[in-house]
């Protein structure tokens, strides 16, 4: 395991390590949930549809670069959930996969990460953290794909992948 895989994996544990810390699982009802609530969801194959459907849908994967690199819906711009923030109006993260492409607020945003759930239910996938984010900055035609990219992967459609770095 590299040493960036490590930190990203101590920087998810954080969070679950904080929930315990101020009550754990089980101390009252999560903020967020699953499907429903205010999050639009549809299944990977009712989003599969809606970008036929829709020529202009704007691909959000909200996952890390190594996530993406893993597997990603073809055409996606790669803005992880922690720098949506910042990176919506201009885009200057990884220039080569996003080419400086935002989601206009009239556009359809099909967002997705791979958290298949949440580990626990009071701590956000980076779809919910998103959600939140997207709404904020008044985007409101907003779906997310239940399940992210392993469901995806499941139902069978188009998965793309990174090549694998040269090694030096």
Not at 66 to 78: I, K, N, T
Not at 101 to 109: G, H, L, S
Not at 131 to 150: S, T
Request: proline share 9%.
């Amino acid at each position: 395991m590299t040493a960036r895989r490590i930190r990203i994996a101590l920087l998810r544990l954080l969070p679950v390590a904080a929930a315990f810390a101020l009550g754990g699982c089980g101390s009252g009802p999560a903020p967020m949930g699953g499907p429903g609530g205010s999050m639009r969801w549809l299944s990977p194959r009712a989003a599969y549809d809606l970008m036929r459907r829709q020529s202009d849908v704007f691909l959000l994967c909200v996952a890390s670069r190594e996530e993406y690199d893993d597997g990603h819906v073809a055409d996606s711009v790669l803005i992880p959930a922690v720098g949506l923030e910042y990176c919506l109006e201009t885009n200057p993260v990884y220039p080569r996969i996003n080419r400086g492409r935002v989601p206009r607020k009239d556009q359809t945003v099909l967002c997705y990460c791979w958290w298949k759930t949440c580990y626990c239910p009071w701590i956000p996938t980076a779809s919910q953290l998103a959600e939140r984010v997207l709404r904020e900055k008044d985007f409101r035609n907003v779906f997310f794909i239940d399940g992210g990219m392993p469901a995806w992967i499941e139902a069978r459609l188009p998965v793309e992948r990174s090549p694998a770095p040269v090694s030096r």
